[in-house]
């Protein structure tokens, strides 16, 4: 929770600035689309948070935005499927594709790392065979689904921002309450429930969780299938935000913005610790950045991956900070009793 509040006070800190540097910041449009991206990132961070607290990784999750992007526009417009078919076919596709996934690692012994770095390549790839590499689009219809992440819930008492330059409305991106729902239902399971105890415990020491009797392997599984859901679930957010999917390049590095959220809101790459609340404050934070490189004038659009590197390894080695310091504090108090 410390952690938490760190990165909070963090992501005020650069929200000032950017406010401070750039008029567009506080505008309502501007603070939408905020909300919006941090909503539709915040998810994805979830799910990669959920598999890093379990002791993995999973560097797979942009090429699943890209396979379930491209699949659900392919499925209503070219094979005729109704959305709710379609829908459920995504989000199985999801399952199926953690469950592999998390086999590889839990009964195959194959290192996370390989193992989602071959999926990276393997679904990009699928998407791009199955739609013959062509734009999958909705073709103007579908206004109904679309409306989960373009629609607008408005807020009473903030029907005019006045006081922001341009701003004319504001209300709350649809995506902020898929993000609040999972987030909700995540911190819930993680914190009250047996299985978010187990998760912890494998991700902090899997051969102490197996000797303590916790079965380690299904809650493996269960981790990376619950990442990867969650995952096909933000992509099919994101087509129906962008209307549009192109399977060369949809969801292209999200997993960078995943990985990067969960690290900066806590999540250690040791696994075992971590929290929801975290999570979706560094990815408030990641999105508040990258909108900073694009309203600062003063700095190139070019310089973003260079960004996100950045805050990776800065939230790399404050762990690894934060933990030689409790070992020292430790072995001192040891030498003390």
Same mark, same amino acid.
């Given at each position: 929770?410390?952690?938490?509040?760190?990165?909070?006070?963090? $992501?005020?800190? @650069?929200?000032?600035v950017?406010?401070? !540097?750039?008029?567009?910041?506080?505008? *309502?449009? %501007?603070?939408?689309?905020?909300?919006?991206?941090?909503?539709?990132?915040?998810?994805?961070?979830?799910?990669?948070?959920?598999?890093?607290?379990?002791?993995?990784?999973?560097?797979?999750?942009?090429?699943?935005?890209?396979?379930?992007?491209?699949? &659900?526009?392919?499925l209503?417009?070219?094979?005729?499927?109704?959305?709710?078919a379609?829908?459920?076919? #995504?989000?199985?596709?999801?399952?199926?594709?953690?469950?592999?996934?998390? /086999?590889?690692?839990?009964?195959?012994?194959?290192?996370?790392?390989?193992?989602?770095?071959?999926?990276?390549?393997? +679904?990009?790839?699928?998407?791009?065979?199955?739609?013959?590499d062509?734009?999958?689009? =909705?073709?103007?219809? =579908?206004?109904?689904?679309?409306? $989960?992440?373009t629609?607008?819930?408005?807020?009473?008492?903030?029907?005019?921002?006045? !006081? =922001?330059?341009?701003?004319?409305?504001?209300?709350?991106?649809?995506?902020?309450?898929?993000? *609040?729902?999972?987030?909700?239902?995540?911190?819930?399971?993680?914190? =009250?429930?047996?299985?978010?105890?187990? &998760?912890?415990?494998?991700?902090?020491?899997?051969?102490?969780?197996? +000797?303590?009797?916790?079965? #380690?392997?299904?809650?493996?599984?269960? /981790?990376?299938? *619950?990442?990867?859901?969650?995952?096909? +679930?933000?992509?099919m957010?994101?087509?129906?935000?962008?209307?549009?999917?192109?399977?060369?390049?949809?969801? %292209?590095?999200?997993?960078?913005?995943?990985?990067?959220? !969960? #690290?900066?809101?806590?999540c250690?790459?040791?696994?075992?610790?971590g929290?929801?609340?975290?999570? @979706?404050?560094?990815?408030?934070?990641?999105?508040?950045?990258?909108? !900073?490189?694009?309203? @600062?004038?003063?700095?190139?659009? %070019?310089?973003? +991956?260079?960004?996100?590197?950045?805050?990776?390894?800065?939230?790399?080695?404050?762990?690894?900070?934060?933990?030689?310091? *409790?070992?020292?504090?430790?072995?001192?108090?040891?030498?003390?009793?």
């Amino acid at each position: 929770m410390r952690k938490a509040l760190g990165i909070l006070v963090l $992501l005020l800190v @650069v929200a000032g600035v950017t406010a401070l !540097a750039s008029e567009g910041f506080l505008t *309502a449009y %501007n603070l939408e689309n905020l909300c919006r991206r941090t909503a539709l990132f915040g998810i994805l961070a979830v799910g990669a948070g959920i598999v890093i607290m379990a002791g993995g990784i999973d560097l797979s999750t942009g090429s699943v935005v890209c396979l379930a992007g491209c699949l &659900l526009p392919w499925l209503l417009v070219s094979e005729g499927w109704s959305p709710t078919a379609a829908v459920a076919a #995504v989000l199985g596709l999801g399952v199926i594709v953690g469950l592999f996934q998390g /086999a590889l690692v839990a009964w195959g012994r194959l290192q996370p790392f390989l193992v989602t770095l071959c999926g990276l390549l393997f +679904y990009r790839g699928l998407a791009r065979g199955i739609t013959d590499d062509q734009t999958q689009g =909705f073709r103007g219809g =579908f206004d109904g689904l679309r409306s $989960l992440a373009t629609g607008r819930i408005p807020v009473p008492g903030l029907t005019d921002l006045d !006081a =922001f330059e341009g701003a004319s409305a504001f209300a709350i991106p649809a995506p902020v309450a898929s993000l *609040a729902a999972i987030a909700v239902l995540a911190a819930i399971i993680l914190r =009250f429930t047996v299985w978010g105890r187990w &998760l912890l415990a494998v991700g902090r020491n899997p051969q102490a969780a197996a +000797y303590s009797g916790i079965p #380690v392997a299904w809650v493996t599984l269960s /981790a990376f299938a *619950a990442g990867a859901v969650l995952s096909a +679930y933000g992509g099919m957010l994101f087509v129906l935000d962008v209307g549009s999917a192109q399977p060369a390049d949809f969801g %292209n590095f999200y997993e960078l913005y995943a990985i990067a959220a !969960a #690290v900066l809101g806590g999540c250690s790459l040791r696994g075992g610790e971590g929290s929801v609340a975290g999570i @979706v404050v560094g990815a408030a934070l990641m999105q508040v950045l990258r909108n !900073a490189i694009v309203l @600062v004038e003063r700095i190139p659009d %070019n310089v973003e +991956y260079a960004v996100i590197g950045a805050v990776i390894l800065v939230g790399v080695l404050a762990d690894e900070l934060v933990r030689r310091l *409790a070992r020292r504090r430790g072995g001192t108090l040891r030498g003390a009793a």
